[in-house]
């Protein structure tokens, strides 16, 4: 039903994420190599997914049989968010991502694309029932650990993650989801980190990640107040 993730929604204006990304937004739109940024006014600063699908109408018969209740909203499937657990999602009808927009600099200091998406959620196994059995995202990896005190569910979605975290100290609740961060890739990660410090942005130093192989960095500053990342030395999903 899904192919990919076609865009996120970002609260504020594009300027700081042309210099985050090192991109140029067009008509409202800022494209990385597999998903789209548009920016609003919204009360959260990450305030929606839209993924993509062949066809929007078989899409909502399939999504009805589910019981997940959607209402067509011009060209777009908006899901309930009683059935989404409170995070904003919708489809709209697609083959592939756009190109991306062009590169304000030399490509290997820009943004590549997206690696993975954020959502926090108080019950795992509900958010497991939804992204895999209602929305039929591929589940990767389900795994717990005490060290980081969360457990990590990742869903493949295209050539990206929703990543799924739960806080293993508050429990389980019936609480609602939240979208949460990005994690973007770079593929020279340290002319990246430069290239952002120089242009006055408020980067950490680039550390060894989690991932085996992979290097990241925090990213402090012109990101809307989207908790964000930056990962290098690292395959697609």
């Known amino acids: 039903m899904i192919t990919f993730l076609d865009h996120v929604a970002v609260s504020g204006s594009a300027s700081s994420y042309e210099t985050l990304l090192g991109r140029r937004a067009a008509n409202g739109r800022l494209q990385t190599g597999?998903?789209?940024?548009?920016?609003?006014?919204?009360?959260?600063?990450?305030?929606?997914?839209?993924?993509?699908?062949?066809?929007?109408?078989?899409?909502?018969?399939?999504?009805?049989?589910?019981?997940?209740?959607?209402?067509?909203?011009?060209?777009?499937?908006?899901?309930?968010?009683?059935?989404?657990?409170?995070?904003?999602?919708?489809?709209?009808?697609?083959?592939?991502?756009?190109?991306?927009?062009?590169p304000t600099l030399d490509e290997a200091a820009a943004i590549s694309s997206l690696d993975h998406i954020v959502v926090r959620t108080p019950n795992p196994e509900r958010a497991i029932a939804f992204y895999a059995g209602r929305l039929g995202l591929d589940l990767r990896l389900d795994r717990s650990n005490p060290e980081w005190g969360s457990r990590?569910?990742?869903?493949?979605?295209?050539?990206?993650?929703?990543?799924?975290?739960?806080?293993?100290?508050?429990?389980?609740?019936?609480?609602?989801?939240?979208?949460?961060?990005?994690?973007?890739?770079?593929?020279?990660?340290?002319?990246?980190?430069?290239?952002?410090?120089?242009?006055?942005?408020?980067?950490?130093?680039?550390?060894?990640?989690?991932?085996?192989?992979t290097e990241v960095f925090s990213v402090n500053s012109h990101t809307e107040g989207v908790p964000t990342i930056v990962i290098g030395g690292l395959k697609h999903w």
């Open 152 to 213: 990590l569910l990742f869903f493949r979605c295209g050539d990206l993650v929703v990543e799924i975290a739960h806080d293993l100290k508050k429990g389980v609740s019936d609480g609602p989801d939240h979208l949460w961060g990005l994690s973007w890739r770079a593929s020279d990660i340290a002319n990246v980190n430069a290239r952002l410090k120089s242009a006055g942005v408020d980067v950490s130093p680039v550390r060894t990640g989690r991932r085996p192989g």
């Open 34 to 102: 597999n998903i789209g940024i548009v920016f609003g006014a919204a009360a959260e600063a990450l305030s929606s997914m839209v993924f993509a699908t062949s066809a929007l109408d078989t899409a909502a018969r399939l999504l009805e049989r589910r019981a997940v209740p959607s209402e067509r909203s011009d060209d777009q499937l908006v899901l309930s968010p009683e059935a989404t657990h409170g995070v904003p999602i919708a489809l709209i009808e697609g083959a592939q991502p756009p190109a991306p927009s062009a």
